[in-house]
Every structure is written in C-alpha cells, then in structure tokens.
C-alpha cells in the first residue's frame, strides 16, 4: 500500500536570471571582440589574451553579444554588474503603479518647500506618480490665488522631473493636481544632490550591451 504524501512541498528552486550569460573560462570559442570597462574597443584578440587582460585587472570577461560573428565581450566588474541590476529590478517592482502625496500649505516658508521638493523629486525618480496637495485652514479660503500661485510653482519646480497631468482644481478645502514622471532618460533633479549625482554617473557610464 503506498505512502500517503506528506502535505509539505519542495520549495521551488529559484532560478538565477544571470547564470545563462558566459563569462572567463565558460567561453569557449577562440577568438572574440573585447570591449574595456571604458567603452573602449580593443577589437577582435584571442578569447585567452582578453581573459588574461581581464584576470589581471581583477576584473571578468563576460560575454554580451553572443550571436555576433565574432561574439563580443566586455572586460567588467560581473559581480557589481548583477548586484547594480537587482538594484534596478527591485526597485521597479517595489515601486511599480504607486501614487505618493506630498502636502503643501499656502503660505509655506522656503526651507519647508524646498524639504517638499527634494521629497516629490525622490518619489519621481522612482518612477511613482506625485499627487501634490494644498489644503487651505479657516480663512484662508479667502486667499485661494495664494494657494494656487504655490501649487504652480512647484509644478514649474518640477518639470525636469515630470508633467502635470491636468490643471490644479479646487476641491472642498484643497488643491489638488497629479503629476507623472518623466520617462528615466529625460529626468532632471534639481533639488536632491544624492539624485544628482546619480544621474551624472548614468550619463558618463557607457551600457553593459
């Protein structure tokens, strides 16, 4: 009589998305063309002579191009490679179809709006959608250009980062008005250093392929 099956299953085995891509002694044809870490082209060498480069600059050949004749390589960092774009793949998916609020008030002093902006350019540059806000109190109902003349400064703050989707609106007691970020390649900050400094490393470096 068999053995009733135990209800714990195997967990699945997860399946690394960068073990397909050949690299130092996994490739084996004879000849390749080299790409540096620079973006320099060294052209086509002996699949031995690049690995040797690579080896002694304690750097990997990984291969990038596999259907080129020759196939191509570039001489690269494979360890930081795959850790830089796990990076990427969590943060896309950890921030996928989210909308963030950031709040203003009408009359907001300088230090605090600038905090807002560095804030909304943040969630901007993680690909969220920023739904700015200005909530009015008592009588300052009865200054709502002060409230809108805020809100469509920091829509022309943040431009470089993304577009209003539709005029600000007056709802109740708020202002409302959604804003979309600008495609990765377009995206601009201002306002964050740490931002800044990240998008001029992106534009020095060259691509992986």
């Known amino acids: 009589m068999p053995k009733p099956r135990s209800g714990k ?3 699945q085995r997860r399946i690394d998305p960068f073990a397909s891509i050949r690299r130092n002694h996994r490739i084996r044809v004879p000849k390749i063309r080299v790409v540096g870490p ?3 082209q060294f052209g086509i060498m002996d699949t031995k002579e690049a690995l040797d480069i690579a080896l002694e600059a304690g750097l990997d050949l990984v291969e990038v191009a596999a259907s080129a004749r020759p196939p191509v390589c570039r001489i690269m ?3 930081k490679y795959v850790y830089e774009q796990q990076k990427k793949g969590k943060d896309s998916k950890g921030t996928s179809s989210k909308t963030k609020e950031v709040k203003f008030r009408p009359r907001v002093e300088q230090h ?3 905090t807002k902006l560095r804030r909304a350019e943040e969630f901007l540059d993680k690909g969220n959608k920023v739904k700015l806000t200005l909530s009015f109190r008592g009588r300052e109902m009865a200054h709502t250009d002060v409230g ?4 469509n400064r920091a829509i022309t703050d943040l431009e470089d980062m993304g577009h209003a989707d539709n005029e600000p609106k007056l709802v109740g007691r708020n202002i409302n008005v959604m804003i979309s970020p600008l495609p990765a390649n377009k995206r601009k900050p201002k306002f964050s250093p740490h931002l800044l400094e990240d998008s001029e490393k992106e534009d020095v470096e060259s691509p992986v392929s």
């Open 148 to 151: 809108f003349d805020t809100i």
């Open 9 to 11: 299953r195997r967990p």
């Open 38 to 40: 620079d973006g320099h």
């Open 112 to 114: 605090d709006y600038m």
């Open 77 to 79: 960092d494979f360890g």
